[in-house]
């Protein structure tokens, strides 16, 4: 079991917060494997770096999120400036071109890093990346979008993620039906009922919609040396985050290739919503060893 070392970066406007499990440079070889999220922080691949004790393992909070202090006066996320904050880790790291896992939002901010920074990533396995535009309904996906961004607004935390998840849990595409149906409520699905009066959630807020508003380059991605690899989870299928990866996969002329569980497969049970991260970890190595 690799012991886990925390550094910190000080990089244009912000303290990136990052831990590092194993040596480096990475013995055997093997690239330093990046896994990396957003809005999650590092902590939530605690259970799938633990599956990785062969491989020098880093993971980080993006800025402003988690323990990433932020300094350039901002509250936006865009994938833009989480690919330059990656650059400079993996520069920092010292340790050439990583393999990276990305999960969502994390997964659009890894194909900017592809498609800006192309000698950073030797593997890039993108699971589920939330991305508007490789929808055929996407004019509508930004209406559901706009929807939970106003439950929020109007009635707080509770309300907004009743309605993401609605969202991101309907079958298939963004039809009248979906629009047509009662605003869900937070008991449904347990969630409390209070409001605290913050609105500034990176996921109900609009500071992450940069992240699904993201048009990726296809020209640009098939033609980087690094060797791209699109994931979806096998229990998604049809559901909002299921399709759009496999609409990016097919923008750059490929399938994408299922992973055990669901868009949280990784995940070990300490935020309630457990994936498989035993079979999920399996996947992810015989994917990367393909390479």
Do not use: C
């Not at 309300?159 to 009248?176: K, L, N, R, V």
């Amino acid at each position: 079991m690799h012991v886990k070392h925390t550094h910190t970066l000080a990089v244009p406007g912000a303290d990136l917060v990052y831990d590092v499990r194993g040596p480096l440079p990475p013995s055997g070889g093997r690239p330093a494997l990046l896994m990396i999220g957003q809005p999650m922080t590092a902590d939530g691949f605690d259970a799938l770096a633990a599956r990785f004790t062969d491989r020098t393992v880093v993971t980080y909070d993006p800025r402003g999120l988690g323990r990433s202090i932020r300094r350039d006066g901002r509250s936006d996320h865009t994938p833009q400036q989480q690919a330059a904050d990656l650059h400079l880790l993996i520069e920092a790291l010292g340790a050439g071109p990583v393999d990276v896992f990305a999960s969502s939002g994390g997964a659009v901010t890894a194909l900017e890093l592809v498609a800006t920074y192309p000698g950073d990533v030797v593997t890039l396995v993108a699971h589920e990346p939330p991305i508007n535009a490789v929808l055929p309904d996407a004019v509508a996906a930004e209406r559901a979008r706009a929807g939970f961004h106003e439950a929020y607004q109007a009635r707080g935390t509770g309300a907004g993620m009743a309605a993401f998840i609605a969202m991101t849990s309907w079958q298939g595409e963004f039809t009248d039906d979906y629009f047509a149906r009662p605003a869900p409520e937070p008991a449904m699905f347990g969630l409390s009922t209070d409001d605290d009066g913050s609105r500034d959630d990176p996921l109900l807020s609009k500071s992450s919609w940069a992240i699904t508003d993201y048009r990726p380059d296809a020209g640009v991605l098939t033609s980087t040396p690094t060797r791209i690899v699109i994931a979806v989870g096998e229990e998604s299928a049809g559901t909002y985050t299921a399709r759009t990866a496999v609409g990016t996969a097919a923008l750059l002329g490929q399938e994408a290739v299922v992973f055990p569980s669901h868009h949280g497969g990784f995940l070990g049970d300490q935020f309630g919503y457990a994936g498989k991260p035993e079979e999920f970890a399996a996947r992810l190595r015989e994917v990367l060893d393909a390479g």
